[in-house]
């Protein structure tokens, strides 16, 4: 049964910090690409950060450049976010995204989502 679960989420204050955590499960971790995305009420999911399998290059969208960091530890499964100055607009329901692609065949996983809530 695959299962990506997120946690770490909750309720700070601007400028504060949070550090998510997906654990996976029922697939092969470290083949997988690994992303965060966020929803805010009233907006479309958005890309965050991404990692490649290999832990190589990470990628993140402006608006958080700088202050998320993006880290995998394939021995344990999992996937973090380290969020760091958090602001009011980073307030989102932020979701774990496995995917793999495989001589054009692609496997892809959602969590159920961890809210995070930046407000003063």
Sequence with gaps: QVQLVESG????????SLRLSCAASGFTFSSYIMKWYRQAP?????LV?????????????DS??????LSRD???????????NLKPEDTAVYYCYAV???W????DY??????????S
């Design 110 to 119: 959602w969590g159920q989502g961890t809210q995070v809530t930046v407000s």
């Design 42 to 46: 009233g907006k479309e999911r958005e």
């Design 9 to 16: 989420g909750g309720l700070v204050q601007p400028g504060e």
């Design 104 to 107: 054009g065949t692609k496997d």
């Design 74 to 84: 394939n021995t344990k499964n999992t996937v973090y976010l380290q969020m760091n």
């Design 49 to 61: 950060a991404s990692i490649p399998n290999s832990s190589s290059t990470t990628s993140y969208s």
């Design 64 to 69: 958080v450049k700088g202050r998320f960091t």
């Design 100 to 102: 793999r692609f495989t």
